[in-house]
């Protein structure tokens, strides 16, 4: 341990095992780097791991609840946004549990998921997507919708 001038506390040395048994309790391994830190200073990612905030800020955010998402579990759902005749695609970073509970369909041409009000359900109940629907391979029946 390191001390300022008024004998206060400045550094832990977090392997010391001199610890009081409730400063002890009250820490926890980073599951990213091994630092020790403070429980409440811990960020779960989507796995349930325990991270310090540098390991933390090294991983992608949910854009819904901001976990910080383990890298191949995020979840990337395409939007359109409508400003009258012109339109933007967008993408979002979603966690898999936020995904679950969005509303969005798998698009059976590319395969990419989509917000489903930016999808079309064909006759054979199978989805297409607003690119895909775009490109020119499908259309509106003008009898059945």
Do not use: F, K
Request: aromatic share 8%.
């Amino acid at each position: 341990m390191s001390y300022n001038e008024n004998n206060i506390i400045i550094d832990i040395d977090r392997e010391d095992e001199d610890l009081a048994p409730e400063m002890q309790e009250d820490m926890v391994t980073c599951d990213g780097c091994g630092e020790r830190i403070p429980m409440a200073d811990a960020i779960e990612d989507s796995d349930g791991n325990l991270l310090c905030r540098d390991c933390a800020d090294e991983l992608t955010c949910c854009e819904t609840c901001g976990t910080p998402i383990v890298e191949g579990d995020e979840v990337v759902v395409h939007g359109i946004q409508y400003h009258g005749w012109r339109h933007t695609r967008y993408d979002e970073y979603l966690c898999p549990a936020c995904a679950d509970r969005a509303d969005t369909v798998t698009c059976d041409c590319c395969g990419d998921t989509w917000y489903s009000d930016n999808a079309h359900e064909d006759w054979r109940n199978e989805y297409i997507c607003e690119a895909c629907y775009d490109g020119g391979d499908y259309c509106t029946c003008e009898n059945c919708g």
